[in-house]
């Protein structure tokens, strides 16, 4: 899975230097320049949105955002910052758990022989993380004898890893989308005018 927010340069607010720059440069020198220009504008704009991201999200650490994004350039003029994969792992975000309570032997049923038997449906959680930043409680989770966090599926003695959100899912939502509309426009006319300067007499 994978999602992406791209920067494409409208050059209308810069459009006479380009003019200039076209008849007093040579065309390599140009398309040099502007090719810089994009970069260093999405690669201070995909900072931006990392930086979002991981606080939209409440990651525990920046360098799990850094991971499941990607930048690249395509064609000209043109900046992609893509978020990728699945849901992250649950140990990726503040999260706490047990693998009992104490009533939870009382509530055990016992075979004949007085010996405990497996415990009765529940969708009581022992699992709680705050993805989001927000505390959310898992239903049916609990912690298995290696450490990793689990929850028993609806009805079934199978159960599956706890995962939160993807970043993939996440870039292009509202926080990070803003935070990437405020930067995009205004580094990129920043690093144009300033490199097309460099190369004027």
Not at 120 to 147: E, Q
Not at 156 to 174: D, H, M, N, Q
């Amino acid at each position: 899975m994978a999602a992406s927010i791209v920067v494409t340069y409208d050059g209308r607010g810069v459009a006479s230097m380009l003019s200039a720059a076209t008849l007093l440069a040579s065309p390599d020198r140009l398309g040099r320049a502007l090719h810089d220009s994009v970069r260093a504008a999405g690669d201070k704009t995909r900072t931006v949105v990392r930086k979002s991201l991981h606080q939209q999200m409440g990651t525990k650490r920046y360098g799990t955002i850094v991971a499941a994004t990607r930048s690249f350039i395509p064609g000209p003029m043109t900046y992609v910052i893509e978020g990728r994969g699945k849901g992250l792992p649950i140990i990726e975000f503040p999260v706490r758990g047990s693998r009992a309570k104490g009533r939870t032997w009382r509530d055990q049923p016992r075979d004949a022989a007085g010996r405990f038997g497996p415990l009765p449906p529940s969708d009581i959680g022992f699992v709680t993380a705050r993805p989001w930043r927000v505390a959310h409680n898992f239903k049916r989770s609990f912690v298995a004898a290696d450490g990793t966090y689990k929850a028993r599926l609806p009805g079934s003695t199978r159960t599956r890893k706890l995962f939160g959100p993807s970043v993939a899912k996440e870039i292009v939502k509202v926080a990070t989308l803003t935070a990437f509309e405020a930067t995009a426009p205004r580094e990129m006319d920043l690093q144009i005018g300033k490199r097309l300067a460099r190369i004027l007499p």
